[in-house]
């Protein structure tokens, strides 16, 4: 079993992902098992969870073995990169003067809202017919 030398959980929209960091690695991600790249499909999200690493410079030191559970690929995308940022502090405290300013610690409040009642949806309302 590797040597694991921080640990941290992120959360975004309803997806939870627990991302361990092994040093000594060459900055690989791997979610589910998979290649971020090959889990995540889009460029854009294999950018967003490389965040972290980019802010601090640390993207050749560490691998990160993500597992990452509930919403879809996106929401699961912002859990991975605020679960490798925590990682990242509890490896080393020094790298939140980093992270916080980046906004990559701030587990982000946005979630769908709830449906009201007369709605079809959270606000939009039923068509109005004038005949």
């Known amino acids: 079993m590797p040597n694991y030398e921080g640990y941290g959980t992120g959360r975004r929209k309803s997806a939870v992902a627990k991302v361990w960091l092994i040093p000594g690695g060459s900055g690989e991600i791997s979610i589910n098992s998979m ?14 969870v490389t965040e972290p690493f980019r802010a601090t410079d640390t993207g ?21 990169r605020h679960g490798i940022a925590n990682a990242l502090v509890a490896a080393n405290p020094d790298h939140r003067l980093l992270l916080g300013p980046a906004g990559l610690l701030t587990r982000d409040p946005r979630v769908k ?19």
């Open 35 to 48: 290649s971020a790249r090959e889990y995540l499909k889009r460029e854009r999200l294999a950018i967003v």
């Open 60 to 80: 050749e030191q560490y691998d990160a073995k993500c597992i990452a559970l509930g919403g879809g690929l996106s929401g699961q995308a912002g859990a991975v």
């Open 113 to 131: 809202e709830r449906k009201h009642a007369g709605f079809r949806k959270a606000r939009r309302g039923k068509q109005f017919s004038k005949r």
